[in-house]
């Protein structure tokens, strides 16, 4: 997920989709314990999508204008 796609987000929105990768999280490392995950970096891929999710949801909060280069 690109961070151009969710700067188009509301904050709402911004919020929702960070509880629906925070469950999808969850549910790959419940997958992972039982050894049914095919592809582990799928793991690191959404753990960065929550993180880039929050940190716009934040810049948003703070009045703040992203830099784009």
Do not use: H, W
Request: charged share 35%; proline share 3%.
């Amino acid at each position: 997920m690109k961070a151009k796609e969710l700067r188009d987000l509301t904050p709402e929105e911004l919020q929702q989709r960070v509880k629906d990768l925070q469950g999808k999280y969850f549910n790959m490392k419940l997958q992972l314990s039982i050894n049914q995950l095919p592809n582990t970096a799928e793991l690191t891929k959404v753990r960065r999508d929550i993180a880039r999710a929050k940190t716009i949801l934040r810049e948003k909060e703070l009045g703040q204008k992203s830099v784009q280069k």
